[in-house]
């Protein structure tokens, strides 16, 4: 695969091309966004996938969702339907997507959960409904530019900032790194906890924000305890397990799992897989299997892995996070 990419290194100046010139005809007026009167967040990045959009927006979820009549808006990547969907008690992953359909299970009826592919599309379905949000929160939407979200939140992650980065298909970068200049707010994410000032001053530097862009950075905190649909069992009670990932990037959760000198074989497929009958055969023969939240939605419906199969939840800490709050609390008050 990365062989293939070198080989595509003259498509990249094409690629670029082409997507700066979209951009382009956005930033002059040529090609239209449509703004709205409620407050919109839109989360994405530039890269494509792994930066932690997920668990970034289920942290503005529990910020808000309080306070406000929120919903969420995604594309349902890979689902088995089409149009505007809503999730209710008979959605499944397949209808709305694995990831949404995670915000379904973690916060129910407290929130409305949406998927479209055509985000105006979903934005007017939304207002259109009774008890309609107040807030919507955008999920991978930074690159689809007919809707302008008031406040836009840019993740990057530790390991591969943006700015290291080429666009595709030799890189993984959706678009220039001058997109980046769209977004409110940029969120280092995927962090050391250790990470020390004079390293965040380096990377803030290479990130080139401007004066009205903030910086934050943060990294994942792992629970001690895992889940299952029935049960759980803490982390330091293993003995040994087998780790089933299809996300776009697992090695932070394997570099926590080897921190704890934990023994395990890794069966890694690649980011939103759809697992087939072969593959649950496979996973029957394992003794424990430990998965992602986004995997373990796809899973958890095979009755012959509900004993056996648990994921580990995560959360996002945000360092300096009472800023963070502040400024996208009086974003949404502005309203």
């Given at each position: 695969?990365?062989?293939?990419?070198?080989?595509?290194?003259?498509v990249v100046p094409i690629y670029y091309l082409v997507t700066w010139l979209r951009n382009k005809l956005y930033d002059l007026g040529i090609k239209t966004s449509k703004s709205y009167n409620f407050p919109v967040i839109c989360v994405g990045n530039l890269s494509a996938g792994g930066t932690g959009k997920t668990p970034m927006i289920e942290y503005l979820i529990s910020l808000l969702k309080d306070e406000y009549n929120l919903a969420t808006l995604s594309r349902g990547y890979k689902r088995k339907s089409r149009g505007f969907q809503l999730a209710n008690e008979n959605t499944t992953a397949e209808s709305l997507g694995d990831e949404p359909f995670q915000f379904y299970n973690k916060f129910g009826n407290d929130i409305k959960v949406a998927v479209d592919e055509d985000r105006q599309h979903g934005i007017s379905s939304l207002s259109c409904l009774e008890?309609?949000?107040?807030?919507i929160l955008l999920d991978d939407a930074f690159q689809h530019r007919k809707?302008?979200?008031?406040?836009?939140?840019l993740l990057t992650t530790y390991n591969n900032p943006y700015y290291n980065d080429f666009v595709l298909p030799t890189g993984n970068l959706r678009e220039p790194k001058n997109g980046a200049k769209r977004a409110n707010v940029i969120i280092v994410t995927k962090c050391p906890k250790d990470i020390s000032e004079s390293e965040?001053?380096?990377?803030?530097?290479?990130?080139?924000?401007n004066e009205n862009q903030s910086v934050f950075f943060s990294y994942i905190e792992y629970s001690d305890t895992l889940v299952s649909a029935n049960s759980k069992i803490k982390i330091k009670d293993l003995s040994s397990f087998t780790l089933v990932t299809g996300i776009a990037n697992s090695k932070p959760l394997v570099d926590f799992l080897k921190a704890e000198n934990l023994k395990f074989e890794h069966l890694n497929f690649k980011d939103h897989h759809e697992f087939s009958q072969k593959d649950i055969e496979i996973l029957?023969?394992?003794?424990?299997?430990?998965?992602?939240e986004k995997d373990f939605m796809r899973l958890k419906h095979f009755d012959s892995l509900k004993d056996k199969l648990f994921y580990i939840p995560i959360t996002v800490v945000i360092d300096n996070?009472?800023?963070f709050n502040k400024i996208v609390e009086d974003f949404v008050a502005s309203f």
């Amino acid at each position: 695969m990365k062989i293939l990419r070198y080989i595509l290194f003259p498509v990249v100046p094409i690629y670029y091309l082409v997507t700066w010139l979209r951009n382009k005809l956005y930033d002059l007026g040529i090609k239209t966004s449509k703004s709205y009167n409620f407050p919109v967040i839109c989360v994405g990045n530039l890269s494509a996938g792994g930066t932690g959009k997920t668990p970034m927006i289920e942290y503005l979820i529990s910020l808000l969702k309080d306070e406000y009549n929120l919903a969420t808006l995604s594309r349902g990547y890979k689902r088995k339907s089409r149009g505007f969907q809503l999730a209710n008690e008979n959605t499944t992953a397949e209808s709305l997507g694995d990831e949404p359909f995670q915000f379904y299970n973690k916060f129910g009826n407290d929130i409305k959960v949406a998927v479209d592919e055509d985000r105006q599309h979903g934005i007017s379905s939304l207002s259109c409904l009774e008890n309609a949000p107040n807030l919507i929160l955008l999920d991978d939407a930074f690159q689809h530019r007919k809707v302008k979200a008031g406040f836009n939140i840019l993740l990057t992650t530790y390991n591969n900032p943006y700015y290291n980065d080429f666009v595709l298909p030799t890189g993984n970068l959706r678009e220039p790194k001058n997109g980046a200049k769209r977004a409110n707010v940029i969120i280092v994410t995927k962090c050391p906890k250790d990470i020390s000032e004079s390293e965040k001053e380096g990377v803030i530097k290479r990130l080139n924000a401007n004066e009205n862009q903030s910086v934050f950075f943060s990294y994942i905190e792992y629970s001690d305890t895992l889940v299952s649909a029935n049960s759980k069992i803490k982390i330091k009670d293993l003995s040994s397990f087998t780790l089933v990932t299809g996300i776009a990037n697992s090695k932070p959760l394997v570099d926590f799992l080897k921190a704890e000198n934990l023994k395990f074989e890794h069966l890694n497929f690649k980011d939103h897989h759809e697992f087939s009958q072969k593959d649950i055969e496979i996973l029957k023969t394992k003794a424990l299997i430990l998965t992602t939240e986004k995997d373990f939605m796809r899973l958890k419906h095979f009755d012959s892995l509900k004993d056996k199969l648990f994921y580990i939840p995560i959360t996002v800490v945000i360092d300096n996070e009472t800023k963070f709050n502040k400024i996208v609390e009086d974003f949404v008050a502005s309203f």
